[in-house]
């Protein structure tokens, strides 16, 4: 039985990139996949883009089956590791999920703080 549980956030390897999504083994060897649509908000052209193989990144937990396969996300978390040593490593996005959210974020605080009278 894997001592792993839906929430959790766990280091995992990546072991192959297809089309549809990323599949990874953990530093125990259980294998889990990340689909395409758990990988970003936003419309995800390429998948290599995010992820390289070979490369250990942070995942959430989203189920376990009965095989003790992980279904997992990184839509939602910070998945690069921080090296123990030198800089934060790069991520190919820079600001442009803060450039894409911001109108968003405008717009819900304005609508916070100017209720629409109904």
């Known amino acids: 039985m894997i001592n792993i549980r839906v929430g959790d956030i766990i ?5 192959g990139i297809t089309h549809y999504g990323i599949f990874v083994n953990t530093l125990d060897n259980h294998n ?4 395409i649509s758990e990988i970003s908000n936003y419309f995800v052209k390429n998948i290599s883009d995010f992820v390289s193989i070979d490369e250990n990144i ?17 839509k939602n978390i910070n998945y690069k590791l921080v090296p123990r040593y030198g ?11 803060l450039q894409m959210k911001l109108p968003i974020w405008i717009r819900e605080k304005m ?3 100017n209720p629409k009278n109904n």
């Open 32 to 35: 889990g996949l990340i689909h």
């Open 87 to 97: 800089k934060i490593k790069d991520n190919k996005n820079g600001f442009k999920p």
């Open 58 to 74: 942070l995942v959430e937990v989203l189920g376990v089956d009965e095989n003790d396969r992980l279904n997992l996300s990184i």
């Open 11 to 15: 280091e995992v390897k990546v072991v």
């Open 111 to 113: 609508d916070e703080i």
